[in-house]
Each structure stands twice: as structure tokens, then as C-alpha cells.
């Protein structure tokens, strides 16, 4: 190659020239043809196009089509990533530092567990507490249960912030207790599993087992001294009737009344039949049976017609009623009526003293006709000699002589036995 070549191609190569930016040293000592020949043809790619004559074309002052454009035909790598304003790159990657937990506040700058990052500095989170530098969750950390420096034992855990010890080999925590789901009909099997009522947990399962003195009746436990559908044995169901409800009691089947009903027959097929409010044999109670005179109402005996139920047990019309004539104590005499609640005499008949005799009372000597009280010689009945006879209820005379205040038992007895019919022994005078 002769020394104006050399030229052509040292000028085309030059970095001022050439977008690939050779160092002109490369090409201007030492270098072979053949090396020359290869750098021309590399250089041409890269650099403007030479025409012919290998003749550096002037600079026109345009768009030069050998200049870097920076435009790039790939996708940025996050180290070529350009960042905003508000992000810091870190690693080659754009990070926001003021909530980047990794980069808080600066690159590299991790934020520990149970911190978050908030403009730019590490804080505990919502579910956090700080202890020391330390972020803890206060519910669990052994270290810190319930609270910080509050250290569970050795073997402890910290459940729900309470210190708890490990359960018995052959246990499992359910919650707060520890139980054998092999056996635990609450939990059988596993936690929160319970039995159906009637059923046990054997071997992790659930099923009919009965403790005494239960019985296994068909698929549940019965206590067959109180269940009134298997009263002493399975399947002896109680029968039941009206106003009554069965049950069973010490294996022997009864009922229940409802409330004013009784069972006095105690049979079961008609229920409670006796109401106690109307029915007169069981009026307020079994076997409390009103008289045939009478009737029950609101559970008491009362008198049919409006009588007077009197303390014998009789219900009375105290107006007419000879043996409760007024009152319930009253008795009318021989010969007497009831006549509105008083006793008289019954027509044709006179009462003198107490006595009602027939048509008139007697000249001398009837009961009560001149009784004199030998102790102080006053008379008895007040009544001396015949009184005048005017009716049923007629008022005798009264006598006008004056007793005498005082006599002799003899004298006494002798007026006594004047005054006292012969064919009857006059009584006894008192002493003085």
C-alpha cells in the first residue's frame, strides 16, 4: 500500500471521524497489511460511508448520520433506569427510601420484623410493640408476653400474651385447657369437635357409649329411672291422658297434672280426670267430697240453694230451720216452729214459760211457773201464777208481790212443793 492509502485510511479511522472511536495509535505503528486491511473493513461499517476516492466528505454543517443519536435498540436495565425526583437508585434499581422497607431512609438500610417504613425511619407496626429497639408481637414473643421484658419460663410458650406450659404427653391446648381429643367428647378427634348429645368419644370417634346408669337405647344414652319414653328398660314408654303429661320416676311411670286437675283414680288412661274447681267428690282435692246437700265451686263446698253451712257439717235455712233457727247454734223447744230466724209456738199450741202446751196453759204447776232461788229468794223465771192466755207468743202477767228476800231451806222446799204439780217430786232446794 502506498503512503497515500495509508492516509485515506488513517483519516477515516480517526475518532474525530469515526463512531467507533479507534484510538489513532492503533493504526500508526507497527500494524501489518493484512491487519490494516481488516480494520478498514470494520471501520466502513461502523463509520460514514467513503466514496471512492476515499476522500473525507466536508463538513457541511448538517446532521451528520456517523454521530451516536442515543437512541438505544434494547430495553433499559434497571442499572441503565433513569429515577424521579422522589426515588434514590439502589442496586441499579429506583427506589422510593421514605417506604421502601429494604432502603428506609437510605440504600441498604432494612427495616427488622414487625417494622414498616414510614418517611424514611423504621417503626413498629399497628400489631407491634417496641421493646427496647425491638418491634414484638406482645401475644406471642417469649421473651416479651403480655408485655415487654415480661420473659416466659424455659419450656413456656406465650399464647394469646399469657405464659403457658407445654401440655402432657398424650394432650393437645385446645384454647386454654389441654385434653385428650381421644377421649374428650368436646373435642374429639381435634379441637372444636364435639359429640352429638348422647354420644362419647372412644378412640378419636364418636359414639354411643353409656356410663351407668345409663343404658344404650337404640343410639342414644337413657336413664332409664327418669326417662318417661324408656321408663325402666328401653323402650317402656309412659302413657299419657288429658291434662296430664307423662314422666317416670324411679322406673315407675306417673303424671304430671296440669295445674287444678288431679289423677284420683290413679289410672293413667284418662289422665287427671278429677277437677278439683267442680267436681263435688274431689272438690280443692282428691277425696274431699262435698255433702249431698251441697256443691263444689272455685274448689270449695257450698250450700245448694243459698243455705248456711253451719260448723255440724248441715247447710241450713236460718230462717225456717227448727235446729238452726237465726243462728247455726239455735234449737226450737218441743211444740215450736222457725218462723224468720225465731222460734214460736205452732198454731193451736200457748207457750207458757218455755214450754208450748196445747189451747191454754195449765192452772198450776208448769215448768217454770214459780221457781224461787232458795239462796238469795229470787225467782227463777220471773213468772207467778197463771198468765193470761192471748195466743202463740202472748206475754203472762207479771206477779206484783214482792218475793220474799229470804227463807228457810224448810219454808223454801214448802213453797216450792205448794206451787210444784203433785204427781211430779218438786226439786231439791239449794243450800245456803
Known amino acids: 500500500m502506498h503512503n497515500g492509502m495509508r492516509k485515506a485510511i488513517r483519516t477515516s479511522l480517526a475518532p474525530s471521524e469515526s463512531s467507533c472511536g479507534f484510538p489513532e495509535k492503533w493504526y500508526l505503528s507497527g500494524m501489518r497489511w493484512s491487519s490494516l486491511c481488516f480494520v478498514a473493513l ?4 461502523c463509520a460514514t460511508t467513503q466514496d471512492d476516492s ?10 451528520d448520520s456517523s454521530v451516536d443519536t442515543g437512541a438505544d435498540v434494547g430495553t433499559d436495565t434497571p442499572s441503565d433506569a433513569t429515577c424521579t425526583a422522589t426515588q434514590t437508585k439502589c442496586s441499579g434499581v429506583c427506589v422510593d427510601t421514605k417506604t421502601d422497607g429494604k432502603n428506609c431512609g437510605a440504600c441498604a438500610k432494612a427495616c427488622t420484623s414487625g417494622q414498616t417504613c414510614e418517611s424514611g425511619t423504621c417503626t413498629c407496626t399497628a400489631s407491634s410493640t417496641k421493646c427496647g429497639t425491638d418491634c414484638v408481637d406482645t401475644k406471642v414473643d417469649t421473651k416479651n408476653c403480655g408485655g415487654c421484658g415480661k420473659a416466659c419460663s424455659t419450656g413456656q410458650t406465650c399464647e394469646a400474651g399469657v405464659c403457658t406450659s407445654p401440655c402432657p404427653t398424650g394432650q393437645t391446648k385446645c384454647g386454654t385447657k389441654c385434653v385428650d381429643t381421644t377421649s374428650d367428647s368436646s373435642n374429639c378427634g ?13 378412640a378419636s370417634a364418636c359414639a354411643v357409649s353409656c356410663d351407668l346408669p345409663k343404658i344404650k337405647c337404640t343410639d342414644k344414652c337413657v336413664d332409664p329411672g327418669f326417662d318417661a319414653d324408656n321408663c325402666g328398660g328401653c323402650g317402656k314408654k ?5 291434662k296430664s303429661t307423662p314422666a317416670c320416676s324411679s322406673s315407675a311411670c306417673l303424671l304430671i297434672c296440669d295445674t287444678g286437675y288431679g289423677n284420683c283414680n290413679d289410672k293413667s288412661d284418662d ?17 274431699k267430697a262435698c255433702a249431698t246437700t251441697e256443691t263444689c ?4 263446698c257450698k250450700c245448694a240453694g243459698g243455705g248456711t253451712k253451719c260448723p255440724d257439717g248441715a247447710c241450713a235455712d236460718l230462717t225456717s230451720d227448727v235446729t238452726h233457727c237465726g243462728s247455726c247454734t239455735k234449737v226450737c223447744g218441743s211444740n215450736q216452729v222457725c218462723t224468720t230466724g225465731g222460734c214460736v209456738c205452732k198454731p193451736g199450741y200457748v ?3 218455755d214450754t208450748c202446751f196445747a189451747t191454754s196453759c195449765p192452772a198450776t204447776g208448769f215448768i217454770g211457773s214459780a221457781l224461787i232461788n232458795s ?18 207468743g202472748a206475754t203472762p202477767r207479771r206477779s206484783t208481790a214482792a218475793a220474799p228476800r229470804r227463807s228457810t231451806r224448810t219454808a223454801t222446799a214448802g213453797a216450792l212443793r205448794s206451787r210444784w204439780p203433785s204427781s211430779r217430786p218438786p226439786p231439791r232446794a239449794q243450800p245456803d
Open 42 to 45: 470494520f471501520s466502513a461499517g
Open 54 to 63: 476515499i476522500t473525507p466528505k466536508p463538513d457541511t454543517g448538517g446532521a
Open 190 to 202: 381435634a379441637c372444636d369437635k364435639p359429640c352429638p348429645t348422647g354420644q362419647a368419644c372412644v
Open 238 to 242: 309412659c302413657a299419657s291422658g288429658p
Open 271 to 287: 289422665g287427671c280426670e278429677a277437677d278439683f274447681a267442680t267436681d263435688a267428690k274431689n272438690c280443692g282435692g282428691c277425696g
Open 297 to 300: 265451686s272455685a274448689g270449695a
Open 351 to 353: 207457750l207458757c214459760g
Open 375 to 392: 239462796t238469795d229468794s229470787t225467782l227463777i223465771n220471773g213468772w207467778v201464777g197463771t198468765p193470761a192466755p192471748s195466743g202463740p
